[in-house]
């Protein structure tokens, strides 16, 4: 397959609309690098995440003894240290500190809604999601977002519980603190496109706060390109567990598709091609374009058996949105009362954290925001043209906001996993193939002069 996409390339002529363009050479499209080439800012940046701050920020957030989001929210609690509000109130000062230190480049705001009773909401019961806005450099960039997340409530073996004890260290104070710590490094750095570093309640009484937070995100119409939701990320301590990888989990058919979408989905595939799963591959290349120090194992499955998480909430809302998690969970380190037990200890517990681990994974993160918030927008309504043809034309609309210098086009054998093949298409709006795109998976992206890409986007027949 390989061998023949080559030797077509190497006869390919580019129909680009500029008169000069030139056929390109297998030279070119063979072995360069997929995807990003790395940023020297970036990488500076990805060295700046600290395992000392993010593990400061899991013992504070196990500090308040329980973050149930049914724990008290009285002021005597918070005056203590407990509960969820004490713990929201950390949060939010912490983000405000790292606004002071970039010179107030933070807006830092709460989300605050009521949950009506529920199955796991015995009242009507306040919460509140937090979250800090880096705002985009670029005007029209700056429409755009990418938001990283984590659930800062816990919960232990009884999910009603607002009382006992529930450190909540690796679930999901791992994930908040990459959040945060993602928050305290890009904070430093200008970016074009916007950046939401947010943490949610609720999530254990049934992802109620990412819910809300989803939801207004679509009603005030924002244009979230990426989500990355971090949910036990703490690398748990356990004889099974492989450091060196993350799992990336991301929708197939996504949640918000409609009965069109299934019915193309039926007859042209692309089950493996939902924006969730584009963004998967994405952190793919970002991993072998930046040294994280850990590897996106990725997972095609909307999330684990019998589990769920925030991201699902952004994906019912038509948003991208993926979890990462540690390789290996052990269930005796979530969701349980801490205790000993025929010689087993339980309990979600700080000893039981990597933060060298969480650290790497939130480079992974910090490393696939940056990379999405310096980037061109994806290239807008991308399609075949009408009526069968041997030969693969793809027609899109420019990239929104002119960070556009060029396009690629990136293709894959409908079995493979990831994208195979790139080829650089200069800034034109229209390109030919010599193959056809029976047998491929085509996507489109936009690149700028330093070589940032956008999130590719698969083409659609035309309507
Ligand atoms: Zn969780």
């Known amino acids: 397959m390989t061998q023949i996409l080559k030797f077509w390339l190497s006869i390919a002529t580019l129909l680009t609309g500029l008169a000069s363009s030139s056929v390109p050479s297998a030279a070119q499209s063979a072995n360069p690098p997929l995807g990003n080439v790395p940023d020297p800012q970036i990488a500076a940046a990805l060295k700046d995440v600290s395992p000392q701050r993010i593990q400061a920020s899991i013992e504070k957030l196990v500090s308040f003894y329980t973050r149930s989001s049914l724990s008290g929210q009285d002021p005597n609690l918070v005056n203590a240290g407990r509960g969820i509000a004490a713990a929201r109130q950390w949060i ?35 919460m509140t999601d937090v979250y800090a806005v880096l705002k985009g450099s670029d005007p029209a960039g700056a429409k755009r977002m990418v938001l990283v997340t984590g659930h800062y409530d816990s919960r232990n073996s009884d999910v009603m519980d607002g009382a006992g004890f529930a450190p909540g260290a690796n679930d999901d104070a791992s994930g908040t603190a990459v959040s945060l710590e993602c928050a305290r490094v890009l904070s430093k750095m200008k970016f074009p496109v916007t950046i939401v570093f947010l943490a949610v309640a609720g999530e254990e009484q049934g992802l109620i706060g990412s819910r809300h937070f989803a939801e207004m995100a679509k009603e005030r119409g924002w244009n979230l390109e990426a989500v990355l939701n971090n949910d036990i990320v703490g690398g748990d301590n356990n004889p099974a567990q492989d450091r060196s990888l993350v799992r ?36 793919g290349e970002i991993a072998r374009a930046y040294d994280a ?71 992974l993160n910090a490393a696939t925001l940056a990379a999405l918030a310096m980037a061109p927008a994806p290239p807008a309504h991308v399609h075949f043209p009408r009526g069968l043809a041997s030969d693969s034309t793809l027609i899109w609309d420019a990239s929104p906001g002119g960070l556009a210098t060029a396009y690629e086009i990136v293709w894959r054998a409908t079995t493979s996993p990831e994208w195979e093949h790139q080829l650089r298409v200069g800034n034109v709006t229209r390109a030919t193939l010599q193959m056809s795109r029976d047998e491929v998976i085509f996507g489109v992206r936009a690149i700028d002069a330093a070589g940032h890409r956008s999130l590719p986007v698969v083409p659609a027949p035309e309507p």
């Open 293 to 363: 120090g850990v590897k996106p194992m990725l997972v095609f499955r909307l999330d684990r058996y019998e589990r769920g998480g925030d991201h699902e909430s952004f994906n019912e809302q038509g948003f991208a949105a993926v979890r990462f998690t540690e390789f290996r969970e052990d269930f005796h380190h979530q969701h349980q009362n801490p205790r000993n037990e025929d010689g087993v200890e339980y309990g979600d517990l700080p000893k039981f954290v990597d933060y060298d681990y969480v650290a790497r994974v939130a480079r």
């Open 92 to 126: 939010v000062a912490e983000l405000e500190r790292y606004s002071k230190e970039c010179g107030g480049c933070l807006d830092v705001e709460t989300y605050r809604f009521v949950e009506p009773p529920g199955k796991r909401v015995p009242n009507l019961t306040e």
């Open 248 to 283: 990336v989990f991301s929708e197939g058919i996504p949640l918000a598709a409609k009965e069109q979408d299934l019915r193309r989905l039926r007859t042209l595939g692309g089950e493996d091609d939902s924006g969730s799963r584009e963004l998967a591959r994405y952190i």
